[in-house]
């Protein structure tokens, strides 16, 4: 039998100073009451661990991996290319480069092992997009996923008739 608690999506960033930056994904989750787990798991500093995280985040039951990383930020693209799972990839800015070098990092992977990768510090999309991945599989979820388009809608329909006014 599925437990409803046990977590579909995996959170993971290379430091807990990511955290600020990646909070924002585990937020959206819970917004869409979504089971998610957090962890620190660097590709540097625990390379062993890292690649244990990834060969068996399919077999635990995940659907999909959230990963952050900042400066040379090799974690999503080492995760990908150890499990069958979606990883969307976060760049963490950092102190120096405005988060370019995270960005490039992230995003330029060879053809075969991809990372979905957000805008810089586009925690909350990275959570979004895990949620439309598994709506894909659950209408229920899929629905409340279109409930949350319409209200961006109103929202920024609101805005123009205010600026109108
Ligand atoms: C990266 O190094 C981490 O993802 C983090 O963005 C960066 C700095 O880590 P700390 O020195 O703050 O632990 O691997």
Same mark, same amino acid.
Request: aromatic share 0%; net charge positive.
């Given at each position: 039998m599925t437990n409803p608690e046990a977590p579909l999506v995996g959170i993971v960033m290379g430091s807990d100073s990511d955290w600020p930056v990646m909070e924002a994904a585990a937020q959206a989750l819970a917004e869409f009451e979504v089971p998610f787990e957090v962890d620190v798991v660097s590709a540097h500093r625990m390379p062993r661990e890292m690649v244990a995280y990834g060969e068996q985040a399919h077999a635990r039951g995940l659907k999909a991996i959230i990963?952050? +990383? %900042?400066? +040379?930020?090799? =974690? $999503? %693209?080492? =995760?990908?290319?150890?499990?069958? =799972?979606?990883?969307?990839?976060v760049p963490v800015p950092l102190k120096y480069l405005d988060g370019m070098d995270s960005l490039m990092s992230?995003?330029?992977?060879?053809? %075969?092992? $991809?990372? +979905?990768?957000?805008?810089?510090? %586009?925690a909350r999309n990275a959570g979004l997009l895990?949620?439309?991945? =598994?709506?894909?599989f659950d209408p229920e979820l899929a629905e409340r996923m279109v409930d949350f388009q319409a209200e961006l809608n109103a929202q920024a329909t609101e805005k123009g008739k205010k600026l109108r006014a």
């Open positions: 990963a952050g +990383a %900042g400066g +040379a930020a090799h =974690l $999503p %693209g080492m =995760l990908a290319s150890v499990t069958p =799972l979606p990883v969307i990839g992230i995003v330029q992977m060879p053809a %075969g092992v $991809p990372v +979905a990768t957000v805008s810089i510090a %586009g895990a949620v439309r991945m =598994l709506a894909a």
